[in-house]
Every structure is written in structure tokens, then in C-alpha cells.
């Protein structure tokens, strides 16, 4: 049987920063670029457009030496992360910032530290809520998709990929609905860079929370795991699928626009203690808010925690981080309870006040002199505070969920593994639709705008390679 003609020689599924990195690298290269993108306006809503712009790997700086980045990938993911993803990471980290600088995306100086290192410019403003318009991720999609067109790139909107084509075990392209219609399009090489599952709540409900309405979409909404689904129909792998980034806010956010996706809670929460609505502390907070939202999102009811500090916190690390709740939660509208003794403070919350009296009691007494506690508290990573001095103060608080972290897993190449390891012809994926990096039982984060680029910028170079054969 003869093959429909190509409708280009890549054909990429998603328009944020996986795929406009695949296309414009792929353009450079002197393929043929088609990208389909779901959303229908030009300024069509994805997380890279509404992302904070810090481009980082594991926290920290991202052009470090390649070596010291596969350790720390290893480390966070606690060995769960592939050496030869993270291998890649940090052998492309240099590479990318240079490109994506080609494109005429402008990075700045944000702190002082590696985190901020590279961010994007003009910065996100410093403000409650979320203010993408002109800023970091949406002028850098903006850059992008012009040096695409300006290369003779196609960037088709409105155009949902539903499933991938196969035959005898290769891809040879996707169906596509656009207008109502569905069609068949047909390339040698498809890459998908539809991002996560974070918006998807039958994927959510099977890998990450049994509540997923109860989670705060502190995202664009956009990834509903077509990718992984479309890849897990033809026989895939998926990793690491339990895992999402995200942060701890108070649970006004699931109805006020002001309070994400900043401020967030993590620092109130990794210097004080997190309870349940049994007011039994129920998570290690000295793993830090990521690792603490996803405890949240695994409790029966999300929506049932509560962080509980002092006055000395909220002077202290409360005013830590970008955007501290001290003092723009207040400001935009979060509630603090507050009371002068800890029975009070748990009568207000509705709590049993002997049993919020004894957690309480008995971290004060595990900082004091060393004694175990029944859910250990890691001090490493951030130091924990007593809570003995009134004014005693509680949030309730809500796990935002930015992106899932897990998804389809690539090898080094970028290539799509089948359930053997065994790449399968003519598909690639990059971006938060992949997994291998990051996720995991551990929640470890390695950074969603460098694997986007890094492993878009990958997949591209496989493609033309490919090509070239
Ligand atoms: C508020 C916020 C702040 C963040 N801050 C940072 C930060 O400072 N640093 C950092 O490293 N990371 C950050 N991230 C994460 C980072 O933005 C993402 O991990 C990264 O942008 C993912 O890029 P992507 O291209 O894989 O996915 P996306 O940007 O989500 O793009 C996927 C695209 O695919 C399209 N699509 C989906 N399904 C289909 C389909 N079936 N057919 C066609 N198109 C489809 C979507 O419409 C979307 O445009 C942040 C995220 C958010 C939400």
C-alpha cells in the first residue's frame, strides 16, 4: 500500500516551549515544520506562557557542569531519575540558553542566586495573582513563534491531536480535529509536546489524587495528557506518573484569583507544621512544599490541612521566598486564624484542641531533646521552628498543582520507549508530557522550562538526523 504524502517533515503536537524549541531547532536545521496547536487564539493559553520565566535545573543554576547536574537530578529524584536524561540535561544546558538568546529570547539577572540566574525578561511583575500579559513566558512564545514563521514554520491553531497513526509499529502521523472535522496527517516524524495531565482529572484520579476537583489548578489548564494517552495506546512506557510540582497555598486560592500563583505557603509550612483535619500531623514538612503538596493531594480529603506556625514564624520565615505570604497574603485577601493560646486556635478551626495541643506538644518536645516522632521531620533541608510563643496562628491550605512531573518516557534522543526500552519509529516527545527527570515516589524536581527546551532542542536534532539518513 502506498503512504499518503507528508504534510511535513515533522509534525509536532503543542506550541509551548518543547514544541516551539522543536520547531524552530528543526527549521534550522532545514526540515519542514508543522505544528499543531489546540488552543484558538494567537496568544493561546499554555503553562510556558504563564510560567515565572526562571530557568534553573534542580534549583540551581543551569550552565553547571555537566556532571555535578546528573547528581544532583540523582539526588533529587533520590536515584529514580534516568542517568542518561539527566546525562543530556546537563550536557545541552549551555546549548540551550545560547539558542534560545539566537531566537532573541532575552534572559536577566533576577537574584542572586542560580535559581534566578536565568529569567526570563521583562520579569513576572511582583504581584498577588497572575500577570503573564508581556511578560517573561508569553514574550518569549511570542519570540518563538515569529522566528518560526520567519523560517517558513507552519503554527496551525485550533488544530487538537487526538491519536497517533500506526503502522507496522511505526508512527507515521496523527488524527487531528480542527473545525469539527477530523483529518489524517501524515509525517515521518511526529514529536508530542502537548505538556502534562495536571488538567486532566480521569489521569489525575488514577496516578496522583483521589480528589483531583479538591487540587487548585494553579495552572493554564491546557494539559490533559493527550500525549501520554495517545502514546500509552500504542504501547508506550510511562514513569514516574505520581508525582506533580507544585506548592502549598492557603485554600482561598481555589476561589480567589489573587492568591495564586503567588503567594505561595511552602516556607510557613518547612518552618512550622501541617495537620490534618484529625489535627495529626500527617507529612514530613522538611521535605519542603512541593513534597508537601503532594501529601496534601494523597489525603482523603485535599482540602482538609491546615498550617500552623507563631508569631516568630510569621516575622521569620514567613517573609521568606519570592513573594512571601508575609505580608502579600493579608493583602490580597487570605485568611489567618489567630489565637493566643494553641486550644483556642484549634476550637476556631473546628480542630480537637487536646489532640492539636499534643502534635504540637510533641514536635516542640522532638526539637527540644531529639525524641522520634510517629512521622519523622527531615531538619536538613530547612530548619524547623518551635511553635511556643502566642500569638498562635493557622491557614488552611490547599496543594496548587502546577505540572504533572512523570509522563512518557524517551531515551536520551528524545525517542519514545515501548514497554521493552525499545524505541519506536518515528515518534518523539519532549517538554512535561515526558517523564524520566523528575516525578517519581520522591517528588523530585528538576525544572520544567529547562526540559522543555533541552529535550525539545533534542528531538529536533533527532528528527534531522533522521532525515539526513
Ligand atoms: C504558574 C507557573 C509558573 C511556572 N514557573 C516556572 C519557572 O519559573 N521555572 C520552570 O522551570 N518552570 C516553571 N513552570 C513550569 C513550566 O512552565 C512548564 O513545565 C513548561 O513550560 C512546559 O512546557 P511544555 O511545552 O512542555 O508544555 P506547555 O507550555 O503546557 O505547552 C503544551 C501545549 O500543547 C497544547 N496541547 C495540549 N494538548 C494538545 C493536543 N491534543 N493537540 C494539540 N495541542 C495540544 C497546549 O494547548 C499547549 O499550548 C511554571 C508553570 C506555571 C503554570
Not at 524517551?410 to 527527570?437: C, F, M, N, S, Y
Request: proline share 5%; net charge neutral; glycine share 12%.
Amino acid at each position: 500500500m502506498s503512504r499518503p504524502a507528508p504534510i511535513a517533515d515533522i509534525l509536532i503536537v503543542g506550541a509551548g516551549l518543547a514544541g516551539l524549541s522543536a520547531a524552530n531547532r528543526a527549521a534550522e536545521l532545514g526540515l519542514d515544520v508543522c505544528v499543531l496547536e489546540a488552543g484558538e487564539d494567537e496568544l493561546y493559553a499554555c503553562n510556558s506562557r504563564i510560567s515565572g520565566g526562571l530557568f534553573h535545573i534542580t534549583m540551581d543554576d543551569m550552565v553547571r557542569p555537566a556532571d555535578d547536574i546528573a547528581r544532583a537530578v540523582a539526588r533529587v529524584t533520590r536515584g529514580e531519575g534516568v542517568p542518561a536524561l539527566a546525562s543530556a540535561l546537563g550536557d545541552r544546558a549551555r546549548f540551550a540558553i545560547d539558542w534560545l538568546r539566537a531566537q532573541g529570547v532575552t534572559f536577566m539577572k533576577a537574584g542572586p542566586d542560580g535559581l534566578r540566574k536565568f529569567s526570563l525578561a521583562p520579569p513576572r511583575v511582583r504581584r498577588t495573582g497572575l500577570h503573564w500579559r508581556g511578560r517573561a513566558g508569553d514574550v518569549m512564545l511570542r519570540t518563538l513563534v515569529k522566528a518560526l514563521k520567519d523560517r517558513g514554520g507552519r503554527l496551525q491553531l485550533g488544530h487538537e491531536a487526538l491519536s497517533l497513526i500506526m503502522r507496522s509499529g511505526r508512527c507515521e502521523g496523527v488524527v487531528v480535529r480542527h473545525g469539527g472535522v477530523e483529518t489524517d496527517l501524515y509525517a515521518p516524524v511526529v514529536v508530542l509536546c502537548d505538556g502534562g495531565f495536571q488538567a486532566d482529572k480521569a489521569l489525575l484520579a488514577e496516578f496522583v489524587s483521589a480528589a483531583p476537583d479538591r487540587l487548585l489548578m494553579r495552572n493554564a489548564g491546557t494539559g490533559r495528557g493527550s500525549g501520554i494517552r495517545m502514546a500509552r495506546e500504542i504501547g508506550a512506557q510511562l514513569v514516574g506518573m505520581q508525582a506533580f510540582y507544585g506548592h502549598l497555598h492557603h485554600r482561598d486560592a481555589m476561589e480567589n484569583n489573587s492568591l495564586w500563583p503567588f503567594p505561595v505557603l511552602d516556607s510557613l509550612a518547612s518552618a512550622g507544621v501541617l495537620v490534618d483535619g484529625n489535627a495529626n500531623r500527617f507529612c514530613d514538612e522538611g521535605l519542603g512544599g512541593i513534597s508537601a503538596s503532594n501529601a496534601i493531594a494523597r489525603l482523603p480529603d485535599p482540602l482538609s490541612a491546615y498550617v500552623i506556625f507563631d508569631e516568630a514564624i510569621w516575622n521569620g520565615p514567613g517573609r521568606n521566598w519570592l513573594l512571601p505570604a508575609n505580608p502579600y497574603l493579608p493583602a490580597a485577601g487570605g485568611r489567618i486564624t489567630s489565637a493566643a493560646s494553641i486550644g483556642d486556635l484549634a476550637t476556631r478551626l473546628a480542630l480537637s484542641p487536646d489532640r492539636l495541643g499534643e502534635t504540637i506538644a510533641r514536635y516542640n518536645l522532638a526539637l527540644e531533646t531529639g525524641a522520634s516522632l510517629d512521622v519523622p521531620r527531615t531538619t536538613a533541608l530547612y530548619t524547623p521552628w518551635p511553635i511556643n510563643r502566642g500569638p498562635f496562628h493557622a491557614m488552611p491550605v490547599c496543594a496548587g498543582l502546577t505540572y504533572t512531573m512523570g509522563g512518557i518516557l524517551t531515551d536520551e534522543k528524545a525517542r519514545v520507549l515501548d514497554q521493552a526500552g525499545r524505541p519506536i519509529a518515528g515518534l518523539l516527545a519532549a517538554g512535561a508530557t515526558t517523564g524520566g527527570l523528575e516525578g517519581g515516589s520522591f517528588a523530585g524536581y528538576s525544572g520544567g522550562l529547562s526540559k522543555a527546551s533541552i529535550f525539545g532542542i533534542i528531538a529536533a536534532e533527532t528528527a534531522a538526523a533522521a532525515h539526513a539518513d
